[in-house]
């Protein structure tokens, strides 16, 4: 199950959230019922609706976190690894579209030593037919490019369920603030040394009018940080 007691954490899972009052109860009961030894840190993004009395609610079963002004998921995730205590950390959005029950086995190649950077694959029996065509095509494109610039495979770079060995995470020096998180910690794991070890999730899209906060522009700017992290110093 997991918790906060500092002598068993193995796994810290990063929530970032922002505006999430529909869906925020539902995920935390989800990742509190899970089977491992974790911490919950649920990075509160500056919301404007009841998504911080929902997470208040919690007391010490999980770790808030309140940014002074709304900056966006990867400044989040930067202000949640601070607090990070797990030997491993990943990533969960506090939407409905990505399983909970999916992250023992995203983790488990790392906490038996297999691996040190894992991603759960939306993609491993090809495109999901229920995601938005630009959408599938922008997924293809960025996987494309990853084998471009870094001759590296990767089904889909821009999953959710990213894991790390939290020592490496910390020591990309991340400087990412809003949806570029993805292709940084993509980009800097791979010069790093390391192989992105996929595994297969589960996936159901949102739409916008559901909440879903992802605009075209982030596309371009996930184009543009691989290129610029390909050859940036860190």
């Not at 922008?138 to 770079?157: I, M, P, Y």
Request: glycine letters at 6%; aromatic letters at 8%; a neutral charge.
């Amino acid at each position: 199950m997991a918790e906060n007691n500092p002598q068993s954490v193995q796994v810290s899972i990063l929530v970032p959230a922002y505006n999430e009052e529909q869906t925020l109860g539902e995920i935390l009961d989800r990742l509190l019922s899970l089977p491992i030894c974790a911490e919950i840190i649920v990075i509160d993004d500056c919301s404007t609706d009841g998504t911080a009395v929902i997470a208040k609610g919690y007391g010490d079963s999980i770790v808030y976190v309140r940014q002074s002004k709304n900056r966006g998921k990867g400044a989040a995730i930067r202000a949640g690894l601070e607090r990070a205590r797990g030997e491993v950390t990943i990533i969960q959005d506090a939407d409905l579209e990505y399983f909970p029950e999916d992250i023992p086995a995203v983790v488990r190649p790392i906490l038996e030593g297999k691996a040190d950077v894992v991603y759960g694959s939306r993609f491993a029996d090809g495109l999901h037919p229920d995601m938005a065509l630009p959408n599938r095509i922008v997924n293809k494109l960025l996987a494309w490019t990853v084998g471009l610039l870094f001759f590296r495979r990767v089904s889909d770079e821009a999953t959710c369920y990213k894991a790390f060995r939290t020592s490496i995470l910390r020591r990309m020096n991340l400087v990412c603030n809003r949806f570029e998180f993805c292709p940084e910690v993509t980009a800097k794991a791979i010069r790093l040394g390391h192989v992105i070890y996929e595994v297969p999730i589960r996936y159901e899209p949102r739409s916008k009018h559901e909440g879903k906060k992802i605009r075209w522009t982030d596309g371009v700017e996930a184009f543009w940080t691989l290129l610029r992290h390909r050859f940036s110093r860190f």
